[in-house]
T-cell receptor, first 115, second 112 residues
Framework: GAVVSQHPSWVICKSGTSVKIECRSLDFQATTMFWYRQFPKQSLMLMATSNEGSKATYEQGVEKDKFLINHASLTLSTLTVTSAHPEDSSFYIC???????????FGPGTRLTVT | GENVEQHPSTLSVQEGDSAVIKCTYSDSASNYFPWYKQELGKGPQLIIDIRSNVGEKKDQRIAVTLNKTAKHFSLHITETQPEDSAVYFCAASPNSGYALNFGKGTSLLVTP
């Protein structure tokens, strides 16, 4: 199957700093990517839908000024957590939709810890 | 919006037995129902999916059934092995290009 990568796989940052997470589709083009957040022992919750070349669509309750999403190319979407706080510590997972196979593929996730 | 309920939350079976996980959904517009396996610290891995134009799909030891009238779908794993131990999530959406609505997950433990 198609591969989606995320970088970094884990990151520790101090409260108040910003962190950027990359999501790449390695062998297919993705016009649409999704960002999910998963707290320990919980399910995946959609944060936003990222469409190449346009603004992301955020779910209710997700602050767009805090979680900046940029989908500048057909293979890369980035999520920047600005002014991170300890409550932002979570597992962030992206997925990308392959228009050829009609499948949605998930990345391996990024563990963010804010101290 | 779509609401996906998943049961049971935990399931323990002996190696070789079958495991069944059930999900229900609320939105009749949902037509795509994937199942994911997630191991600790890793992203979800698609194991099987079914679209609304079929009622059953099978891939080796894994099968999924769908009842659109009743709005429920199930995952069946036969001849379970210890490496099947993981958290399994069901999901639903209008099609694979839409964001997925996930169930709360089932922690499956297969004991030797």
């Amino acid at each position: 199957g198609a591969v989606v990568s995320q970088h970094p796989s884990w990151v520790i940052c101090k409260s108040g700093t910003s962190v950027k997470i990359e999501c790449r589709s390695l062998d297919f083009q993705a016009t649409t990517m999704f960002w999910y957040r998963q707290f320990p022992k919980q399910s995946l919750m959609l944060m936003a839908t990222s469409n190449e070349g346009s603004k992301a669509t955020y779910e209710q309750g997700v602050e767009k000024d805090k979680f900046l999403i940029n989908h500048a190319s057909l293979t890369l979407s980035t999520l920047t957590v600005t002014s991170a706080h300890p409550e932002d510590s979570s597992f962030y997972i992206c997925s990308a939709w392959d228009v050829i196979s009609y499948e949605q593929y998930f990345g391996p996730g990024t563990r963010l810890t804010v101290t | 919006g779509e609401n996906v309920e998943q049961h049971p939350s935990t399931l323990s079976v002996q190696e070789g037995d079958s495991a069944v996980i059930k999900c229900t959904y609320s939105d009749s517009a949902s037509n795509y129902f994937p199942w994911y396996k997630q191991e600790l610290g890793k992203g979800p891995q698609l194991i099987i999916d079914i679209r609304s134009n079929v009622g059953e799909k099978k891939d080796q030891r894994i099968a999924v059934t769908l009842n659109k009238t009743a709005k429920h779908f199930s995952l069946h794993i036969t001849e379970t092995q210890p490496e099947d131990s993981a958290v399994y999530f069901c999901a639903a959406s209008p099609n694979s290009g839409y964001a997925l609505n996930f169930g709360k997950g089932t922690s499956l433990l297969v004991t030797p």
